[in-house]
């Protein structure tokens, strides 16, 4: 419905005919209102449970019923079935009616729909001769922010934040006197001004209410293409991109503005394996003096770790790459047992309390971030995302974008459930719902849009513990992925070709779960359970749904989950996000490349992975032509960007340690890298390496990138020719 809270009628105990008599009122604002050609935007769901003080309440029925099919002024009465047998059956009158235009302030980007909300302060005292502060109460508005609060009277002030359209109503629950409950209407409270009120109860209690409307400006963004930092900043960097490309490519005369091409780096992660490659590929790019053509960098897993530390430096790519690889050595080659020794066991501990004490969820994966600052660093860093501005100041590096998947936290895998999520140093957000967050503010509490409780920053190792997050994956998730390349294959594409993503799920009237349901059912959340699930503050919550939303091109591009047409159970209705490291659906960043607002020309893929030199690709292939994204799958087409692939492979570097170098029998053990799915020393699940063995992966990748020189300079070529052919005439 227009608001996702829920309502529950009064028991009726021992009764197998129960009646209950009550009304519950749902307001729809007109761009959430029913729609024919599309109903399912007002669904309500009625559920009926037997209540059990034993064993828990058991379900009876559940049924969505479509207030789509509703006329203005009409009064419907509906009956369900209790079971297929027909025995037994639900009555329920439905009453749709036309209110008033209030003239109510809300912004959507036609995906997402944000109101303006009202505050609610309120404050409780004892009017009797004989007062007690031990009086326990629990106050509630339905659907606000807050949720339910309880406290012992006169001991402060509640607050409650709630969309202002709402025609809700504050709820005094008296613990002492359970069959006592106050209600007040917050539409008899005017805006702005102290309102008291005296309830005659065997309490004797005093009311102090106050309503005031907050800012309307939002501190989500709603919209879809880059923000006005990141327009800015390709602006700059189209000046250091136009210099490059005459270098590189020998122009006689200048690059025009409209012929620059949007040239990105895709990484994919891979432990230390793929951060030791991206800084050598990176440092072969800089060697042909092809790295200032570059405009993005993309991350996921392990090459995030390299991202993180090359953009601690404001000025890295301006610079040589040694002195930065060499500070890489010292860290992947060191001994890595200190990292759980107990004085850094204590640390941890220190460090997770205070992070808990200002108001960031508890979660497993924040422990394992403070491991991997300490395998990658001797001291802790206190380097930020935002930091990383300053590194984009005029233009001297790429932009570089983090990729992490949002799931749910139970009842789905990965593979039914995962919404690509990004970051980079202006703001962090969702493509496929176009909502975003200036950076500074992941992790900080927000309600329908607006800034609740703003926390601390946190330090970038926080951010890598997320974007490396191999912990939240349930048991389905890591049986799928230990499967034989080829059984993986075979199940990706057949699960691909089930998942239905086009129809919204029909109105459905579902059975009570019998035992075999039952035994079933538990299984089922034995395997998708996440015991270790990561836990963020979720930016989206609150916001609602446009009637339109499903039709909407850019949230139909990234529609990729079983639950996209059943908008109450989407990520604005979750508390908190669960986000994992993206190799859990396809080991790639190339997503945000993709969006078409970014416009990219040339994305030169670095893949990391040790079996299948081209899975990865294929797979983001199969997943671009399923979401109807412009990619390359064999020939290139229009719209598409061109992909020159580096796996990791050395064929050729057996025999030369540079283009046109042939090794001299004495060196020959040198171009011998070990690169096996099974044995390789580069295993994701090693953390430390050999002083040879980074030296060869390093000499490795920096060979590969050097030895294409030829085809990148055709790259680019090719992508200014295709500028030019773009321009008007």
Not at 345 to 362: D, F, I, K, T
Request: proline residues 6%; negative net charge; hydrophobic residues 35%.
């Amino acid at each position: 419905m227009a608001c996702s809270h829920r309502l529950q009628t009064r028991t009726v105990k021992n009764s197998s005919s129960p009646v209950w008599n009550q009304s519950f009122h749902f307001r729809i604002h007109r761009q959430l209102k029913p729609c024919h050609s599309f109903p399912l935007q007002n669904v309500m769901e009625l559920k009926v449970f037997d209540r059990d003080l034993v064993t828990g309440d058991d379900p009876v029925l559940s049924v969505l019923f479509d207030a789509g099919t509703l006329r203005a002024g009409e009064f419907r009465r509906e009956s369900f079935s209790l079971s297929p047998q027909g025995e037994g059956r639900l009555e329920v009158e439905f009453c749709l009616q036309s209110l008033a235009d209030r003239g109510e302030w809300l912004v959507s980007n036609g995906v997402l729909v944000a109101w303006e909300l009202s505050c609610l302060h309120v404050q409780l005292e004892e009017t009797g001769d004989q007062k007690s502060s031990e009086h326990r109460v629990q106050l509630v508005v339905p659907g606000s922010c807050e949720g339910p609060q309880e406290a012992s009277v006169g001991t402060g002030t509640f607050h409650f934040h709630c969309p202002a359209c709402w025609e809700q109503e504050l709820s005094i629950h008296l613990q002492d006197a359970p069959e006592e409950q106050l209600k007040v209407p917050l539409s008899a409270l005017p805006s702005g001004q102290v309102v008291r009120l005296v309830f005659p109860t065997s309490q004797e209690l005093a009311s102090q209410g106050r309503k005031q409307a907050r800012l309307r400006e939002l501190a989500v963004r709603l919209g879809f293409g880059p923000c006005a930092e990141e327009q800015a900043f390709l602006s700059r960097r189209k000046q250091v991109v136009a210099a490059a490309l005459r270098q590189a490519l020998q122009l006689d005369g200048d690059v025009q503005e409209d012929e620059i091409p949007v040239v990105a780096i895709m990484a994919t992660g891979g432990g230390i394996r793929a951060m030791t490659s991206l800084y050598g590929q990176l440092a072969g790019l800089k060697e042909l003096g092809l790295l200032d053509c570059v405009s993005y960098i993309t991350g996921a897993s392990g090459s995030t770790w390299a991202l993180a530390n090359l953009y601690e430096d404001t000025e890295w790519s301006q610079k040589d790459l040694a002195g930065p690889t060499e500070l890489l050595k010292t860290q992947v080659t060191k001994n890595k047992l200190g990292v759980l020794a107990p004085s850094q066991l204590q640390r941890y501990r220190q460090e997770l309390a205070e992070r808990a004490r200002l108001g960031y969820p508890s979660c497993f994966t924040n422990l394992w971030a403070l491991i991997n600052e300490a395998l990658l660093h001797d001291e802790p860093h206190d380097h930020k995302l935002s930091d990383q501005r300053e590194a984009l100041s005029h233009g001297q590096n790429p932009l570089p974008i983090y990729c992490a998947l949002n799931t749910k936290g139970q009842s789905l895998t990965t593979f039914e459930f995962g919404e690509w999520c990004k970051f980079s140093p202006y703001e962090v957000g969702f493509p496929k719902y176009g909502a975003f967050i200036p950076s500074e503010l992941f992790g900080s509490e927000f309600f329908m849009g607006q800034l609740m409780k703003r926390l601390p920053e946190s330090c970038i190792c926080f951010l890598e513990g997320i974007w490396s997050n191999l912990y939240a994956a349930n048991l389905q998730d890591s049986l799928y992925w230990a499967s034989e390349p080829s059984q993986f294959w075979d199940r990706w594409v057949r699960n691909q070709a089930n998942l239905d993503k086009e129809q919204v799920p029909l109105l459905k009237i579902e059975e009570p779960p019998s035992t075999a349901g039952g035994i079933a059912e538990f299984f089922t959340n034995l395997l998708t359970w996440r015991p270790l699930a990561q836990a963020t503050h979720n930016f989206l919550r609150g916001l609602h749904f446009h009637k339109d939303y499903f039709q909407h091109p850019h949230f139909s591009t990234w529609k990729a989950t079983t639950l996209d047409g059943l908008p109450n159970q989407l990520t604005p209705s979750e508390p908190h996000l669960c986000l994992l490291d993206v190799g859990y659906l396809i080991n790639t960043s190339c997503l945000p490349l993709l969006q078409p607002t970014r416009d990219v020309d040339l994305i030169l893929s670095l893949d990391y992975n040790l079996h299948g030199a081209f899975q990865q690709l294929q797979l983001l292939g199969r997943f671009c032509q399923e979401q109807g994204i412009p990619f390359l799958p064999i020939s290139p087409s229009p719209g598409a960007p061109v992909v020159p692939h580096f796996p990791l492979v050395s064929d050729s570097f057996r025999e030369y340690s540079a283009p046109g170098v042939r090794r001299p029998p004495e060196e020959a053990a040198a171009g011998e890298v070990n690169l096996s799915s099974s044995d390789s020393p580069y295993h994701y699940t090693k953390v430390t390496y050999s002083q040879e063995d980074v030296d060869k992966l390093l000499h490795l990748t920096h060979y590969n990138v050097c030895n294409n020189q030829e085809q990148l300079l055709e790259a680019l070529r090719q992508a200014v020719q295709r500028r030019r052919q773009r321009r008007p005439h």
